[in-house]
């Protein structure tokens, strides 16, 4: 898999009292990063986007975040997606961030592909385990 990377410039708001940014900014980086990852790959097709109306869609069963360093306001920020492998359902997306060099964040998403008719699981079509692999 090709890597994926985005540019997230932090905000002073995002900020915590000890002038880190705070753990739930962070988390939605990672949303941020997984969603471009999926909207780049599932640009049309079953799967694409998170569409309800398309009858089929993504629901998050999953999130891991490892703080391995701090991260701070006034630097860019490089969010990575790793690896992304299809299960049956789901898919399991591992990112990491770095910030001036330094790793400070990694984890991981699990998407599961629902039936957003009967709220249960759907096999990921095979247009979509191409497009994401």
Do not use: C
């Not at 915590?16 to 739930?24: P, T």
């Not at 980086?29 to 079953?46: D, K």
């Not at 049956?88 to 001036?100: A, L, R, Y």
């Amino acid at each position: 898999m090709q890597d994926f990377t985005i540019t997230i410039s932090p905000r002073l708001y995002e900020t915590d009292a000890m002038g880190h940014i705070n753990n739930a900014s962070i988390a939605a980086w990672f949303e941020v990063l997984r969603v471009r990852f999926m909207e780049e790959r599932l640009a049309s097709g079953p799967g694409a986007g998170f569409d309800p109306a398309a009858g089929v869609g993504w629901i998050l069963a999953a999130v891991h975040i490892d703080y391995k360093g701090e991260t701070f306001y006034g630097s860019d920020v490089t969010g990575r997606v790793i690896d992304a492998a299809v299960g049956n359902t789901s898919v399991k997306i591992t990112g990491e961030m770095e910030q001036d060099g330094r790793q400070t964040i990694s984890g991981y998403a699990v998407l599961v592909f629902i039936d957003m008719e009967t709220r249960r699981p759907v096999r990921v079509p095979d247009t979509v385990r191409d497009a994401i692999g």
